[in-house]
């Protein structure tokens, strides 16, 4: 007998169960008026959100994900409906999902295996289930699985041995650069290796740091990807097994990885703005390249309509920066305004001018004009209800190349994983889609324009040079030794590597940022501030 | 055969295994010197500092770690030396305790017990021991546990079981209000259960949100304390033990815990600024009660020399508010500046003005007042190396009444954890012991001064009703129905609630500040920013 199943890639809403319950409620109610089907997957801890964090330990926000699930089973009590929600038993709180049918729970998994690393604390919350999970559906054997599970061949393996036919698996699995190959690639193997399909229902959306990129899959028994849906956009897909088979349908070809990144900034934005209640977003445009790059995210996000761009020039901003942000507004059809700062500096500068009578000119002067900005910004965002979108990338952020409570100041930090050789690269690959960004800024040598003639690679390292051994000693954790090793000058590691130890105190206090690395700066690099560790 | 132990309560630098290792051998060397002793105890992971967080993930790091404890057998063959380090064995990292005798290692204990709840995220890093380890020392049997290993009276119990006649424990246990008598009656019940005595080393020292209060002790077999170190300083105490038994010896009385709390935020100011190697600390002092404590702390944990105090009228600053604040200035003698802030409030006022053309007056205003303010303390702070406390207390920062890179841009805030009401019993504390806090302060109805006549009353519950409020909703995770049963309106409930919930992306981007609660701001509460949750 066939098997129709529909993964439902979908958006929860953290923390808001009765939302949550709601839109569950409405995506069964759409399936069954429209198509036949026997069982309807969500993904992991579909009635929370996922990550909960410490709202899991609110009596009453468990005690309304439990009661959901009573309510759920008598929605449509002829399909199969699998959901996950933190199971309540005894004084344990479980990972867990279910399947309701004909009005009961059929069955109930508890996850295994439970993250801890990286940008996740599960060991936190939820103790850990011991046990398969197999059950009979409609003549079928099937196992239930979430997320982490199946990144470990022997649970694969124990779920095939407990009888499974086809292994369903629930998943939370957030979005990094290269993230879905390297599923297919691993779970796959884990698949062919068990002999067994797998279903894969991915959860998609902006949370914070975090995108869950969808990308849901199944893959058959020769560990082949026989299906695969679309990424960072909510999707229910249909699949119909025969005898165990998949019967060949309709599949998103492999994703780009250029496009993958840019699609996942646009949905973290999109979701923070819009999950969060902002009338929109507005942006200091500077004319370089970082700005530029927020700019065309922004308004991919959130629509022109949604966008102001906000140039603050100084007596060191260069006439081509004015234009070339002026120009890209336009271009981008956003609301552009233009407020210089001179003003403000001069207040500060003569209501400072007895404290700082004979000392010498220094980063103080520097920060004061960031700051400046920084209010201004902040007072248009207060002003609207509209969110500040700060500017700068990980390379920058990496090396303490920002001012707190300057081109610091914001809400959301969407470059905040992207490093500056990438910033350049979706840049380039945005203007293909179509030319928003000016050429010249794309071409121009980097400045922070705080000071006369001023350029990022006075301070820094070129980024060529300074982006690879950032990724090595922040995303792979190399010493000075092992990056020097791989070739490059002791002198601009050793000066990288001060930088980043000296950094984490600005760090702890920058705007939230969009994960696309495999390390990002937040819940996943976890450094203190005070520390006597020196890299070098 | 008497067995005399030194008990050294020190403050390690986190992540500088060199700097550690030296002041080991140092004390060692300073003990044996003056003293005859068998037994040198350290406290936990002493030679990394607790907690090391990712810097666990650095092979260097390890590395060294390891390295260190080999140097550190030979330094004084014939005293058996107790130290904490993180243990790499294989692909596996403990955190263990050895035990070096005659320039060998005696004997390791893997820390069973993993604390992954509050700040804790042991499991994030290390594999769990499974063995009780009890040696032969000098003809007694030794049981050696590491911190949360004895709050489990089963691992106190199965030492007891592998022989141990007195128990060695090695901790790096943070302070809370209240936590040292926590951790006597605790313990001593263990201690008494299964008959055996423990002797309690502890850390000292501040390391960013975290204060370790020291406060080692002795129990002996019926639970009973028989010695108590002194808290918050680094000291070296000894204990001397005769079949079982302790020589009866002198005892610090059990502390105060409105001095405890003073101590630890003294501490933890100290701390921070030395160990980050601040030139000292400049505040903000407006002639209200929070930034009065704050100065009163700084000075007592800095010296008056290394502070300095600027008030920053605007025109709804009251005489009375600059005269309290020169007045505490000169009594504590430190250097005190008055920075008016209007020119910079008209400027950016000017510069807005055709954007804000036809707004009305809000919450935009209140905060570029703020916001100036943020940005000359932040010039001083720069020009100078002096670390800017912020002055804000945790009832403000619980409901978000501060404005981000205004009143709250700063390195540090003492108060982050200190609930207004506790702000005032701090103060009249430490006015009992010299009065530094003009009297007015403590009298006055709390204001911000950003709007003419403002009180806190305006916009938040009387104080009196919100803290305790926000201790049930945030530290004991209570719902809206729980408290308002308790007897609370449902008006001030529903109000507070509302405003703890919308204020997470304030306090993600909040200095650290110093734990003294059972819940903190920082890691110890985890909530998402983006939250459907609503706690009313």
């Known amino acids: 007998m066939p098997l129709k199943i529909a993964l439902v890639q979908t958006d929860s809403l953290i923390g808001n169960v009765a939302a949550n319950f709601n839109r569950i409620v409405e995506t069964i109610t759409n399936i069954r008026n429209s198509l036949v089907i026997d069982l309807i997957i969500f993904p992991e801890l579909t009635l929370t959100g996922y990550p909960p964090e410490d709202l899991l330990f609110r009596r009453d926000f468990i005690r309304d994900a439990n009661n959901a699930i009573f309510q759920l089973a008598n929605i449509a009590p002829e399909i199969g409906i699998v959901v996950g929600f933190p199971e309540l038993s005894g004084d344990k709180l479980y990972n867990s999902a279910v399947i309701l049918s004909e009005g009961c729970v059929l069955a109930t998994y508890r996850k295994q295996k439970l993250p801890n690393y990286g940008v996740f604390d599960e060991m936190r919350y939820f103790s850990a289930g011991t046990q398969p999970c197999v059950f009979e559906f409609k003549g079928q054997f099937i196992g239930l699985t979430i997320c982490e599970d199946v990144w470990h061949a022997d649970i694969v393996q124990a779920t095939k041995d407990a009888g499974a036919d086809i292994l369903l698996t629930l998943n939370a699995s957030p979005f990094h650069s290269g993230k879905a190959q390297q599923r297919e690639t691993l779970i796959g193997s884990h698949a062919k290796a068990a002999h067994l399909p797998i279903v894969y229902v991915n959860a998609v959306g902006g949370q914070d740091e975090l995108v869950f990129d969808g990308a849901s899959f199944v893959t058959n028994a ?36 250029i496009s993958s990144d840019y699609k996942a900034l646009v949905r973290g934005i999109r979701n923070y703005v819009q999950k969060n209640g902002f009338k929109g977003a507005i942006l200091g445009l500077s004319g370089g390249i970082d700005s530029a790059l927020v700019l065309a995210l922004a308004v991919d996000a959130l629509g022109a309509e949604n966008v102001e761009a906000v140039s603050l020039p100084s007596k060191y901003t260069q006439a081509m920066s004015n234009d070339d942000a002026q120009k890209q507004a336009k271009i981008m059809g956003v609301k552009y305004h233009c407020i210089p700062i001179e003003p403000a500096v001069n207040a500060f500068t003569d209501m400072l001018a007895d404290t700082f009578a004979g000392t010498s000119h220094d980063t103080t002067e520097e920060n004061i004009q960031a700051r400046c900005r920084g209010v201004v910004l902040m007072a248009m965002s207060n002003k609207q209800g509209k969110l500040l979108l700060t500017t ?15 081109d610091m100041a914001g809400g959301f930090a969407p470059l905040k994983d992207v490093p500056k050789l990438l910033v350049y690269d979706l840049a380039r690959y945005r203007n293909e889609l179509s030319p928003v960004i000016p050429e010249r800024v794309l071409t121009r040598p980097p400045s922070a324009e705080l000071a006369p003639n001023q350029c990022d690679s006075d301070s820094l390292p070129a980024y060529e040079i300074l982006d690879p051994i950032l990724a090595r000693y922040i995303e792979q954790d190399q010493s000075a030794d092992e990056i020097i090793a791989a070739g490059f000058s002791p002198d601009a590691v050793t000066r990288a590597i001060r930088l980043v130890d000296g950094s984490e105190y600005k760090r702890r206090q920058s705007a939230t940022g969009i994960r696309i690395s495999e390390r990002a700066f937040g819940r996943d690099r976890r450094y203190p501030i005070t520390s006597g560790y020196r890299g070098t």
Do not use: H, W
């Open 222 to 257: 020769d560990g082949e990807i026989v299906f695969r849906a679309a990424e960072f956009t909510e999707q229910i897909s249909v699949v119909e097994f025969e005898n165990g088979q998949l019967i060949p349908t309709t599949c998103e070809p492999i994703y780009a990885p």
């Open 392 to 406: 700068g990338n990980k390379s920058e952020m990496s090396v303490g190349y920002a001012t707190l409570y300057g």
